[in-house]
């Protein structure tokens, strides 16, 4: 018997029971019943990592007397079996070749489960069915990716190298009678552990954020809706300011401070009379500490960015409580001495990439006092989504990288980075996938296109539901081109001509949710008065250049510009002070 499936519209793979001679050679000496038993008819694995990554066996049990086969899967010629994906793809993105399986999560009371594929590797893939070994096989081109379950290009299939997709334990939720003492759970294997370690950060944590009740959920504290859309205060679309928040992710310093002082000239005001204001998410290394203390002076937004901004993004998702509270309760500190910020106003962060830390992330937040995040996407859709508090369950899908959000109550609110439409032209329907950055979106290339972007996704928000627009930018791309700093301005004017929109920073944004103010009387809020139009000159004008070093980066002369007194050392995650540090 064989079966052709179709995968993402050209990728296929081709599945045999293993009987032929060739197949059973290569099953010579395996113990079926052995490689068998617990597990599921649809988990697919590799039997080794020799060989050329396109082939998987499952189990099959449907055989004659219910006898126990392998059913080979193999990929097609070029492609490789992604063993972490689980899907073929072609064989350069396959880097998982010595993996023999993607463990996952195994309930050992739990028979079958055909929602989910496992898959482990030879050459060939095989998944366990109810009467043996299936072998699957990937039509010509594609791999197995082991992690996706399906086939793929081979260059798109990087676990090549693993048999099977990883396992983890389930808990056992439900039972007849209790089987461990109150407060706890049981593990798939019959352990008993404490509750709150089951399920950190799950769609099915039975500890999760309960589902949005408004009855509960009262501003100024707390603000959710059922899906996310629904206007603070009830007020009509028509009198609500229409924010714009510019923000800016990374260091500050000479490369990119006079594109700052252009945008913010402090000529350019905001219906209410006060300029416009922008939020600034700084990283530390390379930055420039006394034109930082100059924005805020001048009433921008201060945020972090994290103190090593490590480049490996896996760090970002998988950090500890102690990870997160380094780099960005270290951050703040770095900022608030070297910048002479001391007003208590540094209560924003986004993570590097977009590498949302789960629970861990948001339980550090809570405890340094840090009051919004700004680093959770929610997937381009129909009406944008406004800001909303994580104390109830998040009113959209996780969406971004690593899907790593929050799935537990938090006092922290997000200020979510609604994707941006960035259709060339809004009136032919052509599905494409929003961005989140402006400067992802990779099919701008020219002023013309980037006119047009800030223009519909403009229309977008302030036409339905008025949720705050987001447009946010690393530096370099404005400066990578003129016409971009240029179209940006011009955008900016134009909208300024209008009396209910408004260039806000984050913290600006939840003022005014907590607060929710009509147009008619946004004159006299006040929350949006406080350095208004800041005029005068920096603090200091030749700020300290101090050439510094530290244990952590050896090798490497830092200069720290401040107009405070130079620290000992480069201030660093151990040591951010700059006091020095013993180990």
């Known amino acids: ?68 086969r392998l059913a080979s899967i193999r990929c097609a010629g070029g492609l490789a ?47 366990c069915t109810k009467s043996g070994l299936k072998e699957i096989q990937c039509p010509s081109g594609l791999a ?46 019959g352990e008993c552990l404490e509750k709150e370690l089951f399920c950190n950060a799950v769609d099915d944590d039975p500890n999760r954020a309960p589902e949005c009740d408004p009855t509960q959920c009262a501003l100024p504290d707390c603000f959710c809706s059922a899906d996310g859309t629904r206007i603070p205060g009830g007020i009509e679309p028509q009198q609500v300011p229409q924010m714009i928040t510019i923000t800016f992710n990374g260091a500050i310093n000479v490369d990119n401070i006079d594109l700052y002082e252009d945008i913010f000239n402090g000529q350019r005001q905001n219906p209410n009379g006060c300029s416009i204001k922008g939020t600034f998410f700084v990283s530390h290394k390379y930055t420039n500490y006394s034109a930082v203390q100059d924005l805020h002076r001048r009433g921008h937004e201060i945020a972090v960015f994290s103190l090593t901004h490590k480049d490996d993004p896996n760090y970002w998702s998988s950090g500890t409580y102690d990870d997160w509270l380094a780099e960005m309760a270290g951050a703040r500190l770095i900022i608030e001495r070297f910048a002479n910020i001391t007003d208590g106003s540094i209560i924003g962060m986004r993570a590097p990439y977009l590498r949302v830390g789960g629970n861990k992330q948001f339980e550090m937040m809570a405890d340094q006092f840090f009051v919004y995040d700004a680093s959770i996407t929610a997937s381009l859709g129909r009406v944008p989504i406004w ?84 447009l946010h930018f690393h530096a370099s791309w404005l400066k990578s081109k003129k016409e971009y700093r240029d179209e940006l301005i011009k955008f900016i004017e134009e909208m300024l001509g209008r009396n209910d929109v408004f260039f806000v920073t984050n913290l600006q944004v939840i003022q005014w949710m907590q607060n929710p103010t009509e147009l008619n009387a946004l004159r006299d809020f006040q929350e949006w008065k406080e350095k208004c139009d800041v005029k005068g000159q920096p603090y200091c004008s030749l700020p300290n250049a101090c050439p510094l070093t530290t244990r952590e980066l050896p090798g490497e002369t830092l200069r720290l510009f401040t107009c405070m007194e130079c620290p000992n050392n480069y201030p660093w995650i151990l040591d951010p002070t700059g006091d020095g540090f013993s180990v």
């Not at 689980?86 to 055909?114: A, G, L, M, S, Y």
């Not at 983890?168 to 407060?183: A, R, S």
């Open 1 to 68: 018997m064989t079966r052709v499936l179709p995968v993402l519209g050209i990728i296929m793979l081709t599945c045999t029971l293993a009987t032929s001679q060739d197949t059973n050679d290569k099953l010579e000496g395996i113990d079926i019943e052995e490689v068998c038993t617990d597990r599921p008819g649809d988990e697919y694995f590799r039997l080794d990592t020799e060989g050329d990554c396109r082939e998987v066996y499952r189990c099959d049990n449907a055989g004659e007397n219910g006898s126990t």
């Open 81 to 127: 079996f992604d063993i972490m994906r689980q899907t073929c793809d072609w064989k350069t993105n396959v880097k998982n070749c010595d993996q023999i399986e993607n463990n996952k999560d195994v309930n050992k009371n739990k028979k079958d489960d055909f929602s989910t594929f496992l898959f482990l590797r030879k050459s060939k893939q095989r998944r």
């Open 144 to 189: 197995f990716d082991i992690m996706k379950q399906t086939c793929d290009w081979k260059a798109k299939v990087n676990n090549c190298n693993e048999k099977e997709k990883p396992r983890k334990v389930k808990p056992i939720l439900k039972t007849d009678e209790p089987i461990c003492p109150e407060g706890k759970l049981s593990c798939g294997d």
């Open 387 to 470: 800001p909303y508090t994580l104390y109830f369950r998040m009113p959209h899908k996780c969406n971004g990288n690593a899907h790593n959000c929050p799935s537990r109550s938090h006092p922290v609110w997000e200020l979510v980075m609604n994707e941006l439409d960035r259709r060339d032209d809004p009136t032919f329907d052509e599905s494409l996938p929003g961005c989140h950055m402006v400067d992802s979106c990779s099919n701008i290339a020219t002023g013309e296109q980037f006119a047009r972007l800030l223009r519909h996704n403009f229309n977008r928000h302030y036409n339905s539901n008025r949720a705050p627009l987001g």
